[in-house]
Structure formats: C-alpha cells, structure tokens
C-alpha cells in the first residue's frame, strides 16, 4: 500500500491511496488540467483512478471534483449531507454513492472507514484506509479533537494530520477578528498543540510514516509543525514528514 499527495493547503487539496491495482484519489480541490499536471509528477493520469472520496463540500476539498469525475467516469463517494451542500456540483456528478459515515465500505482492493469530525461543513467525515494489512488514516479540516477521533486512528501504520496553524501566528497576524475566530473555533482547523494532543491521545505504536498536512501559509511554518508533532511522538523532527500546497508529497510505502 503506497500514498502521495498532489497538494495539501487551503488552495487545494487531493491525496491518491493506491493498494494493489486499485486507486482512490480523496478529495480533489484543483481545477482538471491543474489535477492532471500534478498526476503526471507522480507517473499516473486521473483515467488510472477507480473512485473519487469526498470529505465534505468546501472547495479546497471538493471543488473540482465534479468535472474530474466526469470527465474520467469516475464514482464519486461522499456523504447524503456533503452532496446537498454542494449544490449543482453535486448535481453533476453522474455516479453518485451515498455513504453512511459510520459504516465502512469496500472500492475494489481498498476498505474504506469513515469516521466523523467537528467541522463547520453539512456533514463532513474523514478515512481510514486499508488494504487488510496496512492502515493509513486521514485527518484534516477539524476544529478539536474528540475520543471518537483518537479511537478511529488509533493503530495506524501512516498518518496525514493536518496542522493548519500556530496560534500565536494566527492571532497576531493579519486576519480579521472573525476569521481568527472561526479558525481558531471548535468547527474551525487543528492548531499544532490540537494535532500533537491528538497524537498523545492515539495508539501510535504501528507508526511507519507521520505527514503534517492543510498547514496555512499565513499561520504556520513546517519547522513548527514538525516541532509539535515530534515531541508528541518522541522522534526527531526530521521524521516527521510534510504537505506542501504546491508539490504535496511523493509517493510512501507503508510496509
């Protein structure tokens, strides 16, 4: 089972999970010849694709997830609540598969189970995806850790954890009062110590790759990221890996 980013941030944001000869791509918030352009990095086309997963409906996460679907054919899988909140986007899409955020499913090779997270979007959930040996767990747009969370991730072998922002960045900086607020919310985005307080929480013994992911690059830096994420895990910085919203990752194996 291998996994790589084609972007992570608040412009856009896809990750492709391959195990064995099938392939989801989890999101997909870049436009089609930005999507195909970035595949093409990592020696694949969106026409090798077998589904599309969907997080929730804003459009760093599902904005191009539409055309990309149609344009290759693709079955898209996505909540009752993140297909209403998308709209005519929604509408577009031609297989549509409607899951239940607490009932795991299967897309040929690769389980699928998702879970739910506070986040203000209709009805978001992220995943958890196996191949029946390896887990590899995805989190990111979630305001706070919860139990649930640290349950659903726990005793995984790869981890994408979004670390959006540093809350002394994010509070000293630029932004308006009101967009502090609703990052910094309970529905907002992980601050660092959120994501590093969640790993504490989590069974992280299985842990063969850590990725800080959705870091703002108004708010936060990787060396920060890294930093909070490391002394959770009692590892160098180093090692923990990172997202970046223009080349995202290559590809890991999880053994």
């Keep these: 089972m291998r996994f790589a980013s084609l972007g992570s941030g608040s412009s856009g944001n896809a ?80 297989t549509r598969i409607l899951i239940d955020a607490y009932t795991r499913f299967a897309i040929d090779g690769i389980e699928v189970t998702p879970y739910t997270v506070p986040h203000d979007a209709r009805e978001p959930v992220q995943f958890v995806l196996s191949d029946g040996a390896a887990r590899l767990g995805v989190l990111t747009d979630t305001g706070h850790p919860t139990p649930h969370i640290a349950q659903a991730l726990s005793g995984v072998d790869a981890l994408v954890l979004e670390c959006n922002h540093d809350l002394d960045m994010l509070m000293s900086g630029p932004y308006p009062a009101q967009l502090k607020s609703r990052i910094a919310g309970r529905l907002g985005h992980l601050a660092n110590a959120s994501s590093a307080e969640l790993v504490r929480a989590m069974d992280c013994s299985r842990l063969q790759h850590v990725i800080a992911a959705h870091l703002s690059q108004q708010n936060n830096t990787p060396e920060l990221a890294r930093a909070a994420l490391a002394g959770a895990l009692g590892c160098e910085p180093e090692w923990v890996g990172v997202a970046t919203q223009d080349e995202g990752f290559p590809w890991r194996e999880i053994a």
Excluded: N
């Design 15 to 94: 990750l492709l999970v391959e195990a064995g000869g099938t392939r989801v791509l989890l999101d997909c918030g870049f436009g089609l010849s930005e999507v195909t352009a970035r595949f093409s990095r990592l020696g694949l086309s969106p026409a090798d694709l077998d589904a599309i997963l969907v997080t929730h409906e804003h459009s760093d996460h599902g904005g191009g997830v539409a055309k990309l679907a149609s344009r290759f054919d693709l079955p898209v899988y996505l909540t009752r609540g993140t297909l209403s909140a998308m709209g005519a986007e929604g509408r577009a899409i031609a």
